[in-house]
């Protein structure tokens, strides 16, 4: 259906009956940093955000090997400041590690901490310096990783590219895994890989593991790196001699900022999994993904599965296993005093499809036994996990100095700036498109009243921005400087041809949104989800896009949240969240939620300004669309037979006002009302 303009007027009083609110605490404040900031008195600062209220289901099962995993953190170390199942900081994490290390030490089993990417781009902490990371990143350190790798986001830009490879890299050496990303050496001139190909090594109890960590086939990435595909990669000598190592391998970790389900259209874990079983048939394979954003688990075989973790430091993945066959193990492979793995790598979900490896549905000879588990991200969590590992209190010395460096650095960064007060919530697919509480429909009627060149300002124009520029729902309260990166953190600009016969511009949104030409998004695409129709009481929109349509048997049942605490509560006893089925099954929440309905949503959406009155149409309008995507305008123009080339495009707006600039703008002039003392949802 084609949109031209969505208004996002409606009644505050009925969207309060229809979605929960928050209560806000006032604690922290909203400085004035320039004329359009104010100062202002709120309870909802880190490190005094919500804690959650609902507790996790039951301890957590350590087996003989064990890990906590983090993947498409995105810049939220200073976690959700105005959500309660998210609430916890990076300090609260380093705690919390800490206190896990020490059990997995008295319980005398390994326990490894692996991210898999993806640092920056969601939020104001990493995104408001240049490059991105800058002071984000020596925050994400004080985590003492034991493997990790890159995500695309670290590729699109070369600054970022350099930040990665001579800081970032080389705080953690030989386990940051980049197997298959190269970047030119400006001191030689020539690529070589950003971190290590892969890391042998040997665990605290004797486990001997060879790790590899590979991105998904990315393409988008600057012209100083190179990601090389996983075809070419399980080609290569070095990796074929590392598969065969001379010493003993008890098991692969295959790290990877790529989806874990081989169905997904970007994931290359099948690849890389064939490669490996072939080779190594009775050596356990265990991989650890990303990308996707979504909860999930595959079972490959049955010596073979995959984690994926969530996003945006919302979940904390746990993975444990225990019946690794080594004589050099010397820990304890059925600790005492707690929940052991129980599960063999056995689909017990018939629904979700694992592709790319061999499963056995039904019956497993191995005496490998598996646990996972997705954690919120929360205090109340890790407190609760955390009992029996503490002498004290649950804050370390640590983790408290992280914690006052987050407060300290978003003070610094400004990120406390008050443009406006949000008067209501909005989301991404909690509600169908267009409607009341959906985010686009306020996007377009904010591109309307700011997106104006006043050279042109009685021109008719359309406004076409690609729903992908969106990361993330808009709370009502303070809509701060931090607000407008985690609502749209890229720098995309508005781009233009003068003078579209209106016939034939009116036509670029229908075509964008068919698919064809909309094929590059950063992050998580859509037709890496493909959530289909869902059974039982799901209020959940069957419509589905052309490229879910393609992929029919891609991810059908993994994690369902698409947004958080704006939405009526389901059930009376339990907070909304993330309700997920993997191939183990529907236990793997930690913390057991109501569901969240989920609409689709299209590639793009539309505004238009200065129309005529009367409802008349023009004859001819500018057409304006992002500078991310002129060349699928331009794919979309051709199509409809229009003679237009990208030398017929030219910036309609200076180039320093993007994407991450428009909403608060638009904060400035709409949502003054309760400035600097907003009422808060």
């Not at 990417?117 to 969601?122: I, T």
């Not at 790798?149 to 890299?169: P, R, V, W």
């Not at 910036?651 to 003054?672: C, D, G, R, V």
Request: proline share 5%.
């Amino acid at each position: 259906m084609k949109r031209t303009l969505v208004t996002a007027a409606f009644s505050v009083w009925t969207f309060l009956a229809s979605f929960v609110r928050f209560s806000l605490a006032c604690d922290g404040c909203y400085g004035p940093h320039d004329s359009a900031a104010h100062e202002r008195n709120v309870r909802r600062m880190q490190p005094g955000a919500l804690n959650a209220t609902s507790l996790p289901r039951a301890p957590l099962a350590w087996g003989q090997f064990n890990v906590l995993h983090t993947t498409d953190t995105h810049g939220w170390l200073e976690g959700h400041l105005k959500e309660q199942n998210y609430g916890a900081d990076w300090g609260d994490f380093v705690s919390f590690t800490r206190h896990m290390q020490l059990m997995a030490s008295n319980l005398g089993v390994d326990l490894l901490l692996i991210d898999t990417g993806d640092l920056h781009d969601g939020a104001g902490l990493s995104d408001a310096t240049t490059p991105n990371g800058v002071l984000s990143n020596p925050i994400f350190e004080n985590i003492n990783y034991d493997l990790l790798t890159i995500g695309n986001h670290e590729l699109y830009l070369s600054d970022i590219a350099y930040e990665t490879f001579q800081n970032f890299s080389t705080v953690y050496g030989d386990r940051y895994l980049t197997s298959n990303v190269q970047i030119i050496n400006p001191a030689t001139g020539d690529f070589q890989y950003i971190g290590s190909q892969y890391r042998y090594f040997t665990t605290q109890h004797g486990l001997r593991i060879m790790a590899f960590g590979v991105l998904y086939d990315f393409t988008g990435n600057s012209n100083v790196s190179k990601v090389i595909t996983a075809a070419d990669l399980v080609k290569e000598p070095w990796f074929i001699a590392a598969v065969n190592y001379g010493q003993p391998i008890d098991m692969f970790l295959v790290l990877g900022h790529n989806p874990p389900r081989p169905t997904s259209s970007t994931s290359t874990f099948g690849t890389l999994y064939n490669a490996i079983r072939s080779a190594r048939p009775g050596v356990a394979i265990q991989a650890f993904g990303g990308h996707t954003h979504v909860r999930d688990f595959v079972v490959y075989d049955e010596m073979a599965t995959g984690l994926e973790s969530g996003r945006y430091c919302e979940t904390l993945g746990w993975f444990s296993m225990s019946g690794i066959n080594s004589t050099n193990f010397n820990g304890t492979t059925k600790p005492r005093g707690v929940p052991n793995p129980t599960q063999k790598a056995i689909k017990v979900n018939s629904t979700s499809v694992a592709g790319g490896g061999s499963a056995n549905t039904t019956s497993n000879s191995t005496g490998l036994v598996y646990s996972r588990r997705y954690l919120d991200w929360n205090r109340l969590t890790f407190a609760y996990h955390a009992v029996g590992s503490q002498s004290n209190t649950f804050d370390y010395p640590s983790g408290e100095r992280v914690s006052a460096n987050i407060t300290t650095t978003r003070l610094e960064l400004n990120l406390t700036a008050l443009y406006g007060c949000a008067p209501a919530s909005y989301c991404q697919t909690c509600q169908p498109f267009g409607a009341d509480g959906n985010i686009f429909g306020l996007l377009a009627t904010a591109l309307s009243a700011t997106v104006i060149n006043q050279t042109r300002a009685n021109i008719p124009r359309l406004i076409i921005i690609n729903t992908g520029s969106v990361r993330f729902d808009l709370f009502e309260g303070p809509f701060t400087y931090d607000d407008s990166f985690i609502v749209s953190p890229f720098t995309d600009g508005f781009q233009f041809i003068p003078d579209v016969p209106y016939d034939v511009a009116s036509k670029v949104l229908g075509i964008l949104n068919s698919g064809p030409y909309e094929k590059k998004r950063r992050g998580l695409e859509v037709r890496d989800i493909n959530f289909g129709p869902l059974t039982g009481d799901h209020c959940v929109d069957a419509a589905t896009f052309s490229e879910m349509s393609r992929d029919s048997t891609e991810l059908k049942t993994r994690s369902k949240l698409k947004t958080r605490n704006i939405y009526q509560r389901q059930s009376p006893t339990l907070t909304p969240g993330y309700t997920t089925s993997d191939d183990f099954g529907t236990d793997g929440d930690d913390t057991i939620h109501s569901e969240i309905p989920y609409y689709s949503q299209p590639n793009d959406l539309q505004a238009n300004a200065s129309f005529p009155t009367g409802g008349s149409l023009p004859d001819a309008v500018d057409l304006i669309f992002l500078d991310f995507i002129a060349s699928d305008a331009i794919a979309a123009l051709t199509q409809l037979g229009a003679n237009y080339t990208l030398a017929d495009v030219s910036y309609y707006l200076p180039q320093t006002f993007t994407t991450n600039s428009y909403l608060p703008a638009y904060a400035k002039i709409a949502w003054q009302a309760g400035v600097p003392n907003c009422p808060v949802g």
